[in-house]
């Protein structure tokens, strides 16, 4: 018996015993009746050495399990470390670690909590209305070239320009393998053929110039049965649908073509709603440089396309790169008052992404508009939302800015401080400090074993924990699990007036953005489809080392509900504890009795792939 179901290989010691009565220790010696399930890991973290230069000795490529004919430290293997053990002719189980056991079922629901992405862009199929406007600065379709289409780059730099910007690399089909990612020159998708597999979105120029590139997309960005396929794949139950902020054209100076732009682009949105009710919900544009009819077009999309909000730029840029001499409306502008009363009033949802981001006229090279100016853009906006007092004046707003809220939560310190050192410059309009606009900070205690000021827990069985370490401060006993739950000293007690998104890339990132904003106030965003996004949506959570499973539900789902101000269960179907049952994007039912299965017991490779989202019919 070679263990596949553990992940790796059994391991095998000498030892004769009768079944069911295990010893707490296992001599080494030959010809085993049992095979012996490791963790590795666990045992090397208490001091055990493995030594692939002994003789009996190798290490499975898991890299958490080992066959092995015994440890080089003690001379045993004491059964703490033990995932489980067989009998070797039956394959019976003879005994499993209930602690590891329990580990594994903790993995095994997370897979099961629901995934609300907050942050997804869609566009129409058909972008013909701008091509026959002719406004400089609009974007429509163009069918892709043909690959014999004479071009002045060739070879891997031809590839590269002509690749779909929204087409993920292979590696996101689960299988950890770089291979030739899917052409998808020519052929449509969709039922009968008729949606172009892809295009290129082709941008304006005046002076009768010569419509530039602005990027290729495929039809999971502009067709929704594709783009539930894909979430059916990457374990995503709802997606919320926004526009490509390179349609806000905030630019336009013509009212009629403004309005008419922004109903098309929610008519759309609406329609594929429509079509999945239960797995999209919508966000509208709006005309926000024409304030009165963008309040209109709110009011239509809360109350006639059945919306939850709409996502709006980081600030109103009349300007264009062909004509720079117009003003900026920043979101404290006094003329956009009209628009956050009736969003208040109506109770949409705000979603701020950014664009026209500054310095992008400076400077294009590296790709620093998106890298920096992007997180940079959203602080802006933040800065000038706090600063405003806006959330004062109307305090039943609900805010989500985009992109973890850029740098703002990692120069939160210099902006609090600025107001502090400088308020003749500042304090104009604020009437709290920014600091005091987000989560308050549990109260710490110093860790004698990592010896760092720590948020701490309370396990009943064991006592306080270290959140960080998971080292007793107060021992009672000894357990690898806990049963946690936060202590009066480490509950917060104010929450932050805003949301924002968990795109970081990065744990140590959202660890941080996590600690500042609340566990309540970062909801899942993926920036789906395009690649800057993340690839599997809430990978980054569901793998994060320190959040326990009521953190990773409120990331992936709870704090979404409570944003958009909708209910799980019209969406997914949940048991009683949020969980989902069965597969992603199974018919929703209320009031349903479900007795889960107890999860199998999974070595931590096993585990590790288990959180990982595949695309199901393309994954291995």
């Keep these: 018996m070679d ?154 730099a031809a590839e590269e320009a002509n690749a779909p910007t929204n087409t993920l690399p292979e590696t996101w089909r689960g299988g950890g393998t770089t291979t030739t990612a899917p052409s998808f020159s020519g052929g449509c998708c969709g039922e009968g053929g008729g949606v172009p597999s892809r295009q290129d979105m082709m941008k304006i120029l005046p002076d009768g110039k010569p419509p530039e590139k602005f990027r290729q997309v495929s039809c999971n960005c502009y067709h929704g049965a594709t783009r539930v396929e894909e979430m059916d794949d990457t374990g995503v139950d709802v997606q919320v649908l926004s526009t490509v902020p390179v349609m806000f054209s905030y630019w336009q100076k013509d009212l009629t073509k403004a309005v008419t732009l922004a109903r098309y682009l929610n008519d759309d949105i609406a329609a594929v709603v429509g079509q999945h009710p239960k797995r999209y919900v919508g966000l509208g544009t709006l005309p926000l440089q024409f304030p009165d009819a963008a309040v209109d077009e709110l009011t239509r999309c809360m109350t006639e396309l059945g919306f939850k909000g709409v996502q709006i730029g980081s600030h109103v840029d009349l300007t264009t790169e062909f004509d720079p001499n117009q003003k900026c409306w920043e979101l404290s502008d006094p003329a956009l008052l009209p628009f956050w009363r009736k969003a208040e009033e109506l109770g949409a949802a705000i979603f701020v992404h950014p664009w026209d981001m500054m310095g992008s006229r400076e400077t294009k090279k590296y790709w620093l508009p998106w890298l920096v100016g992007m997180p940079a853009e959203t602080s802006r906006a933040i800065c ?12 039943k707003l609900r805010v989500c800015f985009a992109h973890g809220g850029g740098s703002f939560p990692f120069t939160l310190g210099r902006i609090d401080h600025g107001l502090t050192c400088r308020p003749d410059i500042c304090v104009q309009d604020a009437k709290m400090k920014p600091v005091d606009y987000v989560a308050d900070q549990p109260r710490k205690r110093r860790c004698r074993h990592c010896e760092l000021d720590v948020v701490t827990t309370e396990c009943e069985r064991c006592g306080l924990l270290c959140n960080t370490c998971d080292e007793l401060l107060h021992s009672r006993g000894k357990s690898r699990t806990h049963s946690r739950k936060m202590t009066a000293a480490s509950v917060r007690t104010r929450s932050s007036r805003f949301w924002v998104d968990s795109l970081v890339h990065d744990s140590r990132a959202l660890d941080f953005l996590i600690d500042v904003m609340g566990e309540d106030r970062v909801v899942l965003g993926s920036d789906y489809p395009f690649p800057l996004g993340e690839w599997h949506p809430g990978q980054a959570i569901c793998r994060h080392p320190s959040a326990t499973l009521d953190v990773k539900r409120q990331l992936l789902c709870s704090n979404a509900c409570q944003f958009l101000g909708i209910r799980l269960g019209d969406h997914v179907h949940v048991d009683k504890e949020g969980y989902r049952i069965g597969a992603v994007g199974a018919p929703t039912m209320r009031n349903v009795a479900v007795t889960t299965a107890p999860a199998t017991l999974a070595s931590p490779a096993a585990a590790a792939v288990a959180l990982t989202p595949k695309r199901g019919r393309d994954a291995p």
Excluded at 117 to 140: A, Q, R, V
Excluded at 388 to 394: I, K, P, Q, R
Aim: hydrophobic content about 35%.
């Design 384 to 395: 000038h939302v706090l600063f405003s007092s806006l959330l004062d004046h109307f305090p």
């Design 3 to 156: 263990g596949g179901d553990m992940g790796g290989r059994a391991h095998s010691f000498h030892a004769q015993y009768p079944s069911g009565q295990l010893p707490g220790k296992i001599p080494g010696v030959h010809d085993a009746n049992v095979l012996i399930y490791v963790d590795r890991e666990l045992a090397q973290r208490d001091g055990f050495v493995f030594e692939p230069a002994v003789e009996g000795i190798s290490a499975d490529d898991d890299g958490n399990t080992v066959q092995t004919k015994g440890f080089k430290s003690f001379g045993y293997i004491p059964k703490a470390y033990f995932s489980k053990v067989v009998d070797k002719k039956t394959g019976v189980v003879l005994w499993e670690n209930d602690e590891l056991k329990a580990l594994r079922q903790v993995e095994e629901k997370t897979t099961r909590i629901p995934r609300i992405d907050i942050h997804t862009h869609i566009l129409p199929s058909n972008l013909d209305l701008c091509k026959e406007w002719g406004d400089p600065g609009y974007i429509f379709y163009q069918p892709v070239a043909p690959a014999t289409t004479t071009s002045p780059l060739s070879g891997a």
